[in-house]
C-alpha cells in the first residue's frame, strides 16, 4: 500500500497505459465502429477548423492573388484546371472508346444507376503524419454515410469513414487502410490498389502474365462497390515482382494532388430515396 | 483547475492549428506535434496523478482527431510522460534549449512507441524510408515550436505540482 502511495504517479500511468492498449485492441477490432469521442471531437471541432481554414484561405488568396502576382496566378490557375479538365477527358474519352468497343455487339444497354455528386469543402486535414485523412464540412444531415466515394475532377481521393452531423471523416487512397478495385486501363489488367503513404499507393495482386508497362493509367473497377467504374486513380511508375515473384505490383503516382486538396465530390450511388426503398 | 483549462485551451488551439494552418508551413504532411509539446511540459511540470491523466487525455484527443485507432497516440504520450517525468528526476532540465532537446527526443520516443504498435497492428514493409525522414522532420518542427509553447504556458502562470514520492 506504501508502495503505491510513493509511486502513484508512475502507477497511474501504467493502469492508464494498459487502458489505452485496451482500447487501441478493441478499437482495431471493431474498426467501423469509431468511438463517440471521435464523433464529438469531429462535431466540436470542423466549424473551428472550417473558420481558420477559411481565415487561412482568405489570406492566402489575398497574398497569392493580389500582392505576389497580380493576374499571373489567375491566369495559371485557369490553365492549370483547363490542362487538369481535359487530362480527365482524355483518359474518361479512352475509357468510354474502350467500353463502347466492348458493348457494341451488345442489343441493348442498362439503365444508367442514380447516381448524386454532392461537393464538398476540405475543411482540415489529418493532425498527424501516420494517417492519411481530411475533414469535410458534409454530415449526416446532408445524407452523408461511410463508405461513399470522394473524388475530384483529376480522380479518385479517398473514401467516407467516419460520419459525424455536419462534418465527415475521409480516409485518403494513400492510407495504408485504403483498398480499390482497380484495372489498368490499356490491358484491363485486374488488381487492388493500396495505399503507401508517401509513396502513394501500390496496384497488388496483379497475375504476373498480364500486360503492364510503366506511364500504364490505372481506373476504377467498380468492383468493390463504393467508386463507379472508369475514375482515374493514377498512373504506374514503377513494376516489381511481388510474393516469391508469384505476382507483380506496381506503384501507382495518384493522379490528384492530395495535399492540395481544397475542394472534393462525394458520389453517392444510392441516394437517401434509393436507400430507403431497399 | 485553472492548470486544467488553461491546458486544455491550448491543447484545443493547437489541434486546430496542426490540422489546418500548419500544414500551409509543414513540409509535406508533417506538421509540428503541439500535442507532444504539452505532454513533455505535463511530465516537467504537473507529476501527478493528475499529470499522466492529462498525458493520456491528449494522445486519446489526437487519436479522435486524427484518422488513428484510439488508443495509439494514447499510448505514445503514456510513454513520454513516464520517460520525462523519470529523466527531470534525474536530470537538470531547466533551461530552454536543453527542453528543446528533451521535446526532440520525446517526439521519436512517441514515433517508436506508435511504429511498434502500428507495426503489430498493420504492415509498414517498404516504408521505413519515407517514415523514418518523416520522424527526423516531425521532432525538428516540434522542437521548433516548443519555445514557444513553453513561453506561452509559462506566462499563464500555471504553478508546477510535484508530488512527493
Excluded at chain 1, 500582392?67 to 479512352?94: M, P, T
Excluded at chain 1, 452523408?144 to 479517398?158: D, F, N, T
Excluded at chain 1, 513494376?239 to 507483380?248: A, C, V, Y
Aim: glycine fraction near 8%; aromatic fraction near 6%; charged fraction near 20%.
Amino acid at each position: 500500500m506504501d508502495f503505491l502511495r510513493r509511486h502513484r504517479v508512475l502507477v497511474s500511468a501504467a493502469v492508464l497505459l494498459l487502458m489505452s492498449l485496451s482500447l487501441l485492441s478493441i478499437s482495431v477490432r471493431s474498426k467501423p465502429n469509431r468511438d463517440p469521442l471521435a464523433e464529438f471531437v469531429l462535431l466540436v471541432f470542423s466549424p473551428l477548423q472550417g473558420a481558420t481554414e477559411w481565415v487561412r484561405r482568405g489570406l492566402s488568396n489575398a497574398w497569392f492573388g493580389y500582392v505576389y502576382l497580380v493576374g499571373a496566378r489567375a491566369e495559371n490557375e485557369h490553365l492549370r484546371e483547363r490542362v487538369s479538365g481535359l487530362e480527365a477527358d482524355v483518359v474518361r474519352l479512352g475509357e468510354l472508346e474502350q467500353t463502347n468497343a466492348r458493348l457494341t455487339d451488345l442489343l441493348r444497354f442498362r439503365p444508367a444507376l442514380p447516381i448524386e455528386v454532392r461537393g464538398a469543402r476540405v475543411v482540415a486535414r489529418d493532425p498527424q503524419h501516420w494517417f492519411r485523412s481530411l475533414v469535410i464540412d458534409l454530415g449526416r444531415q446532408d445524407g452523408l454515410r461511410p463508405g461513399l466515394a470522394v473524388l475530384a475532377p483529376k480522380g479518385a481521393v479517398g473514401r467516407v469513414v467516419e460520419v459525424g452531423r455536419a462534418a465527415s471523416r475521409i480516409m485518403l487512397l494513400t492510407d495504408n487502410d485504403s483498398g480499390i478495385a482497380a484495372i489498368v486501363q490499356r490491358s484491363r489488367a485486374e488488381g487492388i490498389v493500396q495505399g503507401a503513404r508517401d509513396q502513394g499507393c501500390r496496384m497488388n495482386y496483379l497475375r504476373r502474365d498480364v500486360d503492364v508497362s510503366v506511364g500504364d493509367k490505372v481506373v476504377t473497377s467498380g468492383l468493390d462497390g463504393i467508386f463507379p467504374k472508369g475514375i482515374l486513380i493514377g498512373e504506374i511508375t514503377e513494376i516489381s515482382l511481388e510474393h516469391r515473384d508469384l505476382l507483380l505490383s506496381a506503384r501507382v503516382e495518384p493522379s490528384v494532388r492530395l495535399a492540395d486538396l481544397e475542394e472534393v465530390m462525394v458520389v453517392d450511388p444510392q441516394p437517401p430515396g434509393e436507400v430507403e426503398e431497399e | 483547475m485553472r492548470s486544467a483549462l488553461v491546458i486544455a485551451l491550448v491543447a484545443s488551439v493547437g489541434l486546430l492549428l496542426q490540422s489546418t494552418v500548419f500544414h500551409e508551413f509543414g513540409l509535406g504532411a508533417v506538421v509540428p506535434d503541439v500535442l507532444l509539446v504539452l505532454c513533455v511540459y505535463l511530465g516537467l511540470n504537473q507529476q501527478s496523478v493528475a499529470g499522466s491523466f492529462g498525458a493520456f487525455l491528449l494522445g486519446y484527443l489526437q487519436d479522435a482527431a486524427s484518422g488513428s485507432p484510439a488508443g495509439l497516440n494514447a499510448c505514445g504520450m503514456l510513454v513520454v510522460f513516464v520517460i520525462v517525468y523519470l529523466t527531470c528526476r534525474r536530470l537538470w532540465v531547466d533551461n530552454v534549449v536543453s527542453k528543446v532537446v528533451l521535446v526532440f527526443l520525446a517526439s521519436l520516443i512517441k514515433a517508436a512507441v506508435v511504429v511498434v504498435l502500428l507495426a503489430s497492428l498493420v504492415s509498414l514493409s517498404g516504408e521505413w524510408s519515407s517514415i523514418s525522414a518523416d520522424l527526423l522532420k516531425q521532432a525538428t518542427l516540434s522542437s521548433a515550436v516548443a519555445p514557444a509553447v513553453f513561453w506561452l504556458l509559462a506566462i499563464t502562470g500555471i504553478p508546477p505540482h510535484r508530488e512527493s514520492d
